[in-house]
C-alpha cells in the first residue's frame, strides 16, 4: 500500500458511463424473474419510527447483506445531488435477484464478501463495516485494482460484479427490487417509461421541463405480463421496489 492520500469514490466516477440511454436499457432484468422468484421480502419491524427498516435477507446471511448495503452505499453514495444506492434499496434488489436472475452469482457473494471483509481486518485492522467512509474507499479500490489478496481470482473481478448489479438496482424498473421511489431515475433525470411522446412532451424533455411518469414498465398494459403480474403488487408497492 503506497502512503498517498487515497482517491475517495464519487458517484461521478460511478455514472460516468450511464445517462439516459443506459437508464432505458435497464428497465428490464437481465433475465425475468418468475412470479415466486420475485416476491417481496419480509420487512422486519422498526425498533423505533425513526430507526432504519431492517429486512428479512432472501439470499445473502445478515451479515453478508449488512456488508453489501454498506459497500454499495459507497458505490453510488448520497451527495449533494440526492440519494444514493442505500437508499435506493440496491442491496434488496440484488438480494432477491440471487434468488433468480442473478442465482449463478450467489456462491461468488458469499466467497467475495467474505474475502473483502476478511482483507479489511487484514490490512486496516477492522471490519469492514467498522472503517471510516474514507478507509472503506481505499478499501474498495484495493478491490477494484485488484491489490487486494485473498479472493479467489482477481479481486477486480468481484469488484466489477457488484458495479455491475448494483447499476442495475440503482436504474432498473423499481418492480425488481431496487430503484426504490424511482431514485436513480431522477438522479439521471429519465422522465420515466412511456409508450408514446408527444412533440409537446419533446420539447418539454428537451428543455428540462418534462415531468417525471413515475411509473414502473408494469404500469402499462403493453408490456407482457406472462411471467410477471402486476397483481402481485400494488402501486405503492412498486414505488418502493416490494
Do not use: C
Amino acid at each position: 500500500m503506497s502512503d498517498e492520500q487515497p482517491r475517495i469514490i464519487s458517484r461521478r466516477d460511478i455514472l460516468r458511463s450511464v445517462g439516459i440511454a443506459g437508464a432505458a436499457a435497464v428497465t428490464a432484468p437481465v433475465a425475468v424473474m418468475s412470479p415466486v422468484e420475485a416476491a417481496p421480502a419480509v420487512a422486519a419491524q422498526s425498533a423505533t419510527p425513526s430507526a432504519p427498516r431492517r429486512e428479512a435477507a432472501e439470499n445473502l446471511t445478515a451479515t453478508e447483506a449488512d456488508l453489501l448495503d454498506a459497500i454499495v452505499d459507497r458505490l453510488i453514495p448520497s451527495d449533494e445531488h440526492g440519494p444514493g444506492a442505500k437508499e435506493a434499496r440496491v442491496t434488496h434488489y440484488i438480494d432477491r435477484a440471487l434468488g433468480g436472475a442473478l442465482a449463478s452469482s450467489k456462491a461468488a457473494y458469499a466467497a467475495g464478501l467474505a474475502s473483502l471483509d476478511r482483507y479489511a481486518r487484514l490490512s486496516r485492522g477492522k471490519s469492514f463495516l467498522e472503517l471510516s467512509n474514507t478507509d472503506r474507499d481505499s478499501v474498495l479500490i484495493d478491490v477494484e485494482t485488484g491489490a487486494a489478496t485473498g479472493f479467489t481470482g482477481s479481486s477486480a473481478q468481484f469488484f466489477a460484479l457488484m458495479l455491475n448489479h448494483t447499476r442495475q438496482g440503482m436504474f432498473g424498473d423499481p418492480y425488481y427490487g431496487g430503484n426504490a421511489n424511482f431514485i436513480g431515475w431522477d438522479l439521471l433525470g429519465y422522465p420515466g417509461v412511456r409508450t408514446m411522446v408527444t412533440p409537446a412532451d419533446q420539447k418539454a424533455y428537451e428543455a428540462g421541463q418534462l415531468k417525471p411518469n413515475h411509473k414502473s414498465a408494469y404500469d402499462y398494459d403493453t408490456f407482457n405480463k406472462a411471467t410477471v403480474r402486476k397483481d402481485q403488487h400494488t402501486h405503492e408497492d412498486l414505488a418502493h421496489g416490494d
